[in-house]
Antibody, heavy 120, light 111 residues
Framework: QIALKESGPTLVKPTQTLTLTCTFS??????????VAWIRQPPGKALEWLAY???????TYSPSLKSRLTITKDTSKNQVVLTMTNMDPVDTATYYC????????????WGKGTTVTVSS | QSVLTQPPSVSGAPGQRVTISCTGS?????????VHWYQQLPGTAPKVLIY???NRPSGVPDRFSGSKSGTSASLAITGLQAEDEADYYC???????????FGGGTRLTVL
């Protein structure tokens, strides 16, 4: 059974770097076709895709945030880490990680999300 | 401004049928990319309702159905129930952005 859990700081200051960790179980990121996504949702707003990382270490980023994002994986720890630099209050959101269904490309299992507030 | 356009809200009485549209363009839905739909109940993470335009994961009632035509897709919910009150999002891929795109979300109210 696949499960994912996000962790990280709940409060960051403007200009700081945010580091979020997605710890997962039930699958391996070394298996062909597997991918993990990060998605965020500001309060009362829509979902926004941030980044993908795949089993072969291929990475894709949202074009609007690409310069600020880095996604990495630690296969031995079953973790995916997302860093976002130069945080701003508009980055206040719930951040989700999700397992990407390798056949159809949709997010079939989501974590519960972690809420990050950017404030001085 | 989302790449995929959804109506902000729809409503219907219990037992009725509602549809939620997801309008894209030639660089996403119109290029043949699949559309997926998620339901987000208040305070919870999204859950997939429809994948690959019209497929239901096991456990999703057959009251939910999806379709796609041209540059648009639709989610239909029949036999509305109070528990269907939630936000619904469509998801596809955009080749001009080289990435995932979501719709702006639609809030369903069961009257």
């Amino acid at each position: 059974q696949i499960a994912l859990k996000e962790s990280g700081p709940t409060l960051v200051k403007p200009t700081q770097t945010l580091t979020l960790t997605c710890t997962f179980s039930g699958f391996s990121l070394s298996t062909s076709g597997v991918g993990v996504a990060w998605i965020r949702q500001p309060p009362g707003k829509a979902l926004e895709w941030l980044a993908y990382i795949y089993w072969d270490d291929d990475k894709t980023y949202s074009p609007s945030l690409k310069s600020r994002l880095t996604i990495t994986k630690d296969t031995s720890k079953n973790q995916v880490v997302l860093t976002m630099t130069n945080m701003d209050p508009v980055d206040t959101a719930t951040y989700y990680c999700a397992h990407r269904n390798s056949g159809w490309g949709y997010m079939d299992v989501w974590g519960k999300g972690t809420t990050v507030t950017v404030s001085s | 401004q989302s790449v995929l356009t959804q109506p902000p809200s729809v409503s219907g009485a219990p037992g009725q049928r509602v549809t939620i549209s997801c309008t894209g363009s030639s660089s996403n839905i119109g290029s043949g990319y699949d559309v997926h739909w998620y339901q987000q109940l208040p305070g919870t993470a999204p859950k997939v309702l429809i994948y690959g335009n019209s497929n239901r994961p096991s456990g999703v009632p057959d009251r939910f159905s999806g379709s796609k035509s041209g540059t648009s897709a639709s989610l239909a919910i029949t036999g509305l129930q109070a528990e269907d009150e939630a936000d619904y999002y469509c998801h596809s891929y955009d080749n001009s952005l080289s990435g995932v795109v979501f719709g702006g979300g639609t809030r369903l109210t069961v009257l």
